[in-house]
């Protein structure tokens, strides 16, 4: 898997290691600070490949970049500090079972890559990548952060793997429980790995163990997370220990460093069928990674996919294809968001089109009801989730938003309109008492009336001047008395009043200083009783005697 790359020379112990574990199989593993003591460590020191693939002798990156047709150096062979030939890319190999014709390129890295330039890596033409997370059940990988992001970043497809030093079932399951909290670290659910998660089985410790039982238990957990699995192992462990048919059921990942032959792994003889990956080199040399880096290639194809990349506290959304949406409205996933100029992800209020949006912490465009410090709005789903300002109707009721977008309740008043909304913020319509006062609002418009109102045959004043309150007893309007009973109603024809009796014409103006059939009205209005007008005398019961 992916380690430091200092060159040490072997040990007289390491020596005796590469022996044990077979000279063409062995790498070194990917962390020594542990003291480590799998097939790649001999007590803690790095045990160096002694072969790998070659199709080419060229000396430097750059020879071999200039006759490689995608950017990656074709292949070169070199000897590392024990004389021994290593390898460090391919164009394609001719013999085994791997030709290389329709492969996808990969490395493999971990923290003692140090900081990656992804972008380069891409461009340089690897195709894919294999990330280390961490080992064990509690010791995270130091770049996994910046690995993720920039491949993330990059359009890089990876996957994901796990140094186990898990002995038992449940030691397999904490190291689950912790690969799964580092994915959701970087918000990655199965969806966004291009490849499986690989459980790396190669620590001594592990040797003896019930190797299926300990693996299945890892499985259990990630598969049950939604991640897809796999298993990591040299070519020595695949024959000789890995041989239940657990591991049949998912991805093999294959350490092999004997390309010259081909890879030998027999239940990966169909290779370009299947969905295994054959790691044949520790002694890469890519552009963006410092040092050496393991080298791969599969015939899966990456699963690759739009997706969220999160940088810093901010977050934006890469296509496949590398592009991203900025300045822009984006639909994802059913939902709808919107980005700046630079491409980051929006929260918040946002005016957009001639019209406010609201975008809740996650990006996402609310709709519907919205309280926002205290107030409540309402975003409209017919009108694209736009911000209702105005009268709107909402399952059957009426509302008033201000200009602001805030609800109203009580009273509101809008180009010279007043409304009343009850505490609930619906709009009141028709007759409708406030404040002890009793008025009328229109059942289109709930707009508050003012002036005359024939509501049902009778006619009634409602107070004008903004004012709007239903209008009782004597009232002087427009030059003319009318009188208005207890329910409002306007007054028409003869009325007694407190005793005294008025006449009040069609349009129920009050009469006064004129004859109304025998009876004569005063200046007052009131009708005259026992006296005389003009020469006439009318009666105690107000109608002229004809005296």
Request: glycine residues 12%; aromatic residues 18%.
């Given at each position: 898997?992916?380690?430091?790359?200092?060159?040490?020379?072997?040990?007289?112990?390491?020596?005796?290691?590469?022996?044990?574990?077979?000279?063409?199989?062995?790498?070194?593993?990917?962390?020594?600070?542990?003291?480590?003591?799998?097939?790649?460590?001999?007590?803690?020191?790095?045990?160096?490949?002694?072969?790998?693939?070659?199709?080419?002798?060229?000396?430097?990156?750059?020879?071999?970049?200039?006759?490689?047709?995608?950017?990656?150096?074709?292949?070169?062979?070199?000897?590392?500090?024990?004389?021994?030939?290593?390898?460090?890319?391919?164009?394609?190999?001719?013999?085994?079972?791997?030709?290389?014709?329709?492969?996808?390129?990969?490395?493999?890295?971990?923290?003692?890559?140090?900081?990656?330039?992804?972008?380069?890596?891409?461009?340089?033409?690897?195709?894919?990548?294999?990330?280390?997370?961490?080992?064990?059940?509690?010791?995270?990988?130091?770049?996994?952060?910046?690995?993720?992001?920039?491949?993330?970043?990059?359009?890089?497809?990876?996957?994901?793997?796990?140094?186990?030093?898990?002995?038992?079932?449940?030691?397999?399951?904490?190291?689950?429980?912790?690969?799964?909290?580092?994915?959701?670290?970087?918000?990655?659910?199965?969806?966004?790995?291009?490849?499986?998660?690989?459980?790396?089985?190669?620590?001594?410790?592990?040797?003896?163990?019930?190797?299926?039982?300990?693996?299945?238990?890892?499985?259990?957990?990630?598969?049950?997370?939604?991640?897809?699995?796999?298993?990591?192992?040299?070519?020595?462990?695949w024959n000789k220990r890995?041989?239940?048919?657990?591991?049949?059921?998912?991805?093999?990942?294959?350490?092999?460093?004997?390309?010259?032959?081909?890879?030998?792994?027999?239940?990966?003889?169909?290779?370009?069928?299947?969905?295994?990956?054959?790691?044949?080199?520790?002694?890469?040399?890519?552009?963006?990674?410092?040092?050496?880096?393991?080298?791969?290639?599969?015939?899966?194809?990456?699963?690759?996919?739009?997706?969220?990349?999160?940088?810093?506290?901010?977050?934006?959304?890469?296509?496949?294809?590398?592009?991203?949406?900025?300045?822009?409205?984006?639909?994802?996933?059913?939902?709808?968001?919107?980005?700046?100029?630079?491409?980051?992800?929006?929260?918040?209020?946002?005016?957009?089109?001639?019209?406010?949006?609201?975008?809740?912490?996650?990006?996402?465009?609310?709709?519907?009801?919205?309280?926002?410090?205290?107030?409540?709005?309402?975003?409209?789903?017919?009108?694209?989730?736009?911000?209702?300002?105005?009268?709107?109707?909402?399952?059957?009721?009426?509302?008033?938003f201000d200009a602001s977008?805030?609800?109203?309740?009580?009273?509101?008043?809008?180009?010279?309109?007043?409304?009343?909304?009850?505490?609930?913020?619906?709009?009141?319509?028709?007759?409708?008492?406030?404040?002890?006062?009793?008025?009328?609002?229109?059942?289109?418009?709930y707009a508050m009336r003012?002036?005359?109102?024939?509501?049902?045959?009778?006619?009634?004043?409602?107070?004008?001047?903004?004012?709007?309150?239903?209008?009782?007893?004597?009232?002087?309007?427009?030059?003319?008395?009318?009188?208005?009973?207890?329910?409002?109603?306007?007054?028409?024809?003869?009325?007694?009043?407190?005793?005294?009796?008025?006449?009040?014409?069609?349009?129920?103006?009050?009469?006064?200083?004129?004859?109304?059939?025998?009876?004569?009205?005063?200046?007052?209005?009131?009708?005259?009783?026992?006296?005389?007008?003009?020469?006439?005398?009318?009666?105690?019961?107000?109608?002229?005697?004809?005296?």
């Amino acid at each position: 898997m992916a380690k430091r790359r200092t060159r040490l020379f072997i040990s007289v112990f390491a020596c005796a290691m590469l022996l044990m574990c077979g000279a063409l199989n062995c790498a070194y593993a990917d962390d020594s600070s542990d003291g480590a003591n799998s097939w790649r460590f001999f007590h803690g020191e790095l045990v160096l490949s002694d072969s790998g693939a070659s199709t080419d002798n060229l000396g430097t990156f750059e020879e071999a970049a200039a006759d490689s047709a995608d950017g990656v150096m074709a292949c070169s062979v070199e000897a590392n500090g024990n004389g021994w030939p290593v390898y460090n890319w391919f164009d394609q190999f001719n013999r085994g079972y791997c030709s290389g014709i329709g492969a996808y390129k990969g490395v493999d890295v971990s923290e003692w890559q140090g900081k990656i330039n992804w972008a380069q890596v891409k461009t340089a033409g690897v195709d894919f990548a294999i990330l280390r997370c961490g080992y064990a059940s509690t010791y995270p990988d130091k770049q996994w952060h910046n690995n993720v992001q920039g491949c993330l970043s990059s359009g890089m497809p990876f996957g994901v793997y796990l140094y186990s030093r898990a002995t038992s079932p449940e030691e397999a399951s904490k190291e689950a429980d912790f690969v799964i909290s580092q994915l959701k670290s970087e918000y990655l659910t199965g969806a966004d790995l291009a490849f499986p998660v690989y459980f790396d089985m190669e620590d001594s410790k592990m040797v003896g163990k019930n190797y299926a039982a300990i693996a299945q238990a890892f499985f259990d957990k990630l598969t049950a997370a939604g991640y897809p699995v796999g298993t990591y192992a040299n070519l020595s462990w695949w024959n000789k220990r890995l041989t239940s048919p657990v591991f049949d059921k998912y991805s093999k990942w294959v350490a092999a460093y004997n390309a010259s032959i081909g890879l030998t792994y027999a239940p990966m003889s169909n290779f370009s069928e299947g969905n295994g990956i054959w790691q044949f080199s520790d002694y890469g040399s890519v552009p963006g990674i410092s040092g050496r880096v393991d080298l791969n290639y599969t015939y899966m194809a990456p699963v690759n996919s739009d997706h969220w990349i999160k940088s810093e506290s901010k977050w934006w959304y890469r296509y496949v294809d590398g592009s991203y949406p900025a300045n822009c409205w984006a639909q994802i996933d059913g939902q709808w968001y919107h980005f700046d100029a630079s491409g980051w992800m929006q929260t918040g209020w946002l005016w957009a089109n001639g019209a406010w949006y609201y975008l809740g912490s996650s990006g996402a465009m609310q709709t519907g009801w919205l309280n926002d410090g205290g107030a409540w709005y309402y975003l409209d789903p017919e009108a694209g989730g736009a911000m209702a300002t105005g009268v709107k109707t909402v399952q059957g009721a009426a509302y008033f938003f201000d200009a602001s977008g805030a609800m109203a309740a009580g009273w509101c008043v809008d180009g010279g309109a007043w409304r009343y909304a009850v505490p609930s913020g619906a709009l009141v319509s028709g007759w409708n008492v406030v404040n002890g006062s009793w008025y009328w609002f229109d059942g289109e418009t709930y707009a508050m009336r003012e002036g005359w109102l024939n509501d049902g045959g009778s006619w009634y004043w409602l107070a004008d001047g903004g004012d709007g309150r239903m209008a009782t007893g004597w009232q002087q309007i427009g030059g003319s008395w009318y009188w208005l009973s207890d329910s409002g109603a306007m007054a028409t024809g003869w009325c007694q009043i407190d005793g005294v009796y008025y006449f009040f014409n069609g349009s129920g103006a009050m009469e006064r200083d004129c004859w109304v059939g025998d009876y004569y009205l005063t200046s007052s209005g009131a009708m005259a009783t026992d006296t005389w007008v003009g020469g006439y005398h009318v009666g105690a019961d107000g109608k002229w005697d004809n005296r």
